[in-house]
């Protein structure tokens, strides 16, 4: 609430489907201040997607849990700096070219957030992080690395 009265010209967006604690957070964008200046939305077709990342400050991705995250690349790959989990496959994913944060810590998201909003230095250091970061990641990689699974497996 302090940083969203502290930039009354940003928005938020949140993306996705009402998960674990839905009703809550539902609840609680209903009740802010800043109400006006969020958008909500189940999905997003793929087509908007470079021009939301390409107007973005950043990606907010303090998931608790996820399998992968390629949103977290995604944005990257895109030039969007990105905040995420400090654990799990988050923090494997975004290796050191995201903010890593506890997602359980709405200060210390609030002042990643706020960073990546105030910082200039910062967001480009983690634009230049992040794409070179989102390129080792390739489909030729994952194929190859899923064959030698797969390898092993009949092998052992």
Partial sequence: TALAARTPDV???VVGQAGHGGPEIE???AASPAAARIDRRTWLPTAELPGLYAGAR???YPSWYEGFGFPVLEAMWHGCPVITSDRGAMAEVAGDAALPVDPADTDALSVAME???ED???RADLVRRGRDHARTFTWAD???RTAAVYAAARAG
């Fill in 11 to 13: 928005r938020l967006l």
């Fill in 27 to 29: 609840g609680e964008i």
């Fill in 58 to 60: 950043g990606l907010v």
């Fill in 115 to 117: 960073r990546l909003l």
């Fill in 120 to 122: 200039d230095a910062c």
């Fill in 142 to 144: 994952c194929a190859a």
